[in-house]
């Protein structure tokens, strides 16, 4: 009888918001979209592009205009909602926004690299779930923090707030273009016009209903992507056990063929092909099976081996590594598959995965923070455990297509087209799903499509809230706001970033970057920034040193890595040295391990300063000269927003923090910061 009186409540509801509330909206974006479906029809569009079309037509005309901030910023999901719709509600929204369209395509492509150890990997992101859950509580229940800005801005400063909210904008940027990226893969070559239309539309389509409906849109939307992908992907988790090759589990493409020495190994370019070849059958395949390594001398011009020798050169003979398990059995060698339980086998992503998933990844992406401070803190918690069994969960069975596009690739070459047999062999989603046919394509594009939305709508939001109550909010009345405290400036901020992170997060398309460079990179930038998260839940008083040492100590380590890979750089950055084991991803092992010790090291020296926890004045603590530069920079921005920035509070030196965190009466207590204070303010550097 309930389950009846709910139905009926939403179709009422339903009914009011397309005929009464919002019919203007609803019925005038459904007309531009039936006119491009007539469009595409009479131009026989491929399928593809109907279910980005599909997409829009399910999803905008329920996106109405928001008017209100605080249904903008936060959806109109208050912070003591406790029941069970809520705890589903959010935990079916911050799993499904965190499921990014990258995130599924790195565990397939490790799944096909690793095995199963791979898609272990990959899931070990998904612990930040446990991670946020138990830091925000925490800092919920024992601090009363509205937002994880507003938290660091009281112990930290404004500085330490500029600087989180600095490494927040690169993820949210990094988010546009991975995930465009991935999308835009289904729809034609990298570069082509049908690639970029791809990766514009799917960025286009989450634009629109974020500026209209923020927050509110994007909570509405999260719970029927949640249903969608989860069951295309039972689909497709079906469609691959039916046809997956037996011992699929135990499956490790990745070895060594070890070639008898009688009779003669293959020690000719065309011999070392033909081993590959007899097997394949396919010359293009065959090339990714094999690799030849010519004769050389340690005299590089000298091309003769009796001439290298007798002028004390060293005589390298060539060398046939025949790479895949089925080539080397056939040509008369032994395969010695690579160890899973070793870090050559991909155990050293496990661990960096579990690192920065648990320590401190998940702190610089809002569209996980944000969703911890709606509904109560009890309510939150289930949510996020919930929401972390869910991806995790997700994440490790869509690795199966990688598995099993490498395993078929490896043993049954010849059912593989030669266009995808790279691809297939990668464990690439795009190759194994066209491998099926066009209906696995099909269901195939509709999740990366829609995780690819819900997490851009995520991100467009939280940029929104970031820019909009938090940075507008320092620069206004010298702490970041809250979204319950937010008003119609702060939304037309929002709404403008939105535009701008659409437009700039887009362009690093025009290079070449891989998705998994947008998790492993970011993931070792913000190594620092752990311990001042989880410092909050128990340290008092106004500590700076505590977020900025460890902090830019990892952004130190995170760009001196990234420039280590880059092409410009690679030459000249050795960092050999911090290589632990020989897996493939050793360096950035090493990076993190001894980066992440010694950021929590020097974050746990820091606490000696100010050990009684003293309070600070605003104007002594706020670093205002910087608010003050960025007032003046933004003026022109802030007549647009139709307000004037308020200075006074932070320049008077009287108005103390909300929270009592800065208190004229500590500083009082010590000469010679009130010496050092008053130099400054003769000087001209504080205010």
Known sequence: MEVRNRFARWVSSCSRYMFREH???????????????????????NLQWFWLLLYAALILPFAPYVTKPEFFFRGG?????????HIVLLAASASISWVFAKSILN???LGGEFGIVGAFAYTGYYTSFASVGIVIYLIRTRQGYRSLPEAINERYGSMATLAFGLAVLFRLYQEVWSNALVVAGFYGDEHTKEWWLGACLSTA???IYSFTGGMRASLVTDVAQSVICIGFLLALVIVLGVNAPASFGSWNGAGTCNLAADPTPPVLPEQCAAAAFDWIGDAGKAALAYNYTAPT???GTITSQDVCTSVGGTWMAATCQLLQQRVCTTSGGNWQPRKRASLEGGMDLLVVALMQGTLSYPFFDPVLTDRAFLASPKAMLISFMLAGIISGLFIFLFSFMGIFGNMVANLEPTTVAPAIYKNMLAGNPTAVSKYFGTAMYSVTNIIFITESLSTLDSTFTSAAKLLGPEFLGILEIGQPQPPQTANKRHLRAGRIIIIILAVIGILPLLANPTALNATTVSGTLIMGLGPP?????FIKGYRPLTF????WWGIGMGVVFQLSTASCCK??????GFAFGSGENNTLLGFNVIGTAIAWGLAGLTLLENSEGSNLIVAAAQGNNVVKLIQKLLKPLDRVLGGKFDKSAAANPNMAVEGGNFDMSAVKENAAFEERLQRDQDSGLAV
């Open 107 to 109: 565990a397939s492509l």
């Open 23 to 45: 019919r203007l909206h609803f019925f005038g974006t459904l007309a531009v979209l039936v006119v491009f479906f007539i469009f595409m029809m009479a131009f026989q569009i």
């Open 77 to 85: 999901l208050n912070s003591d909602k406790k029941g069970v719709r």
């Open 205 to 207: 389509i989450p634009v």
């Open 533 to 537: 998260v989880w410092f909050l839940i």
């Open 548 to 551: 900025h040492i460890p902090f």
């Open 571 to 576: 030459d000249y950055i050795n960092v050999r």
């Open 297 to 299: 001398c340690s005299y």
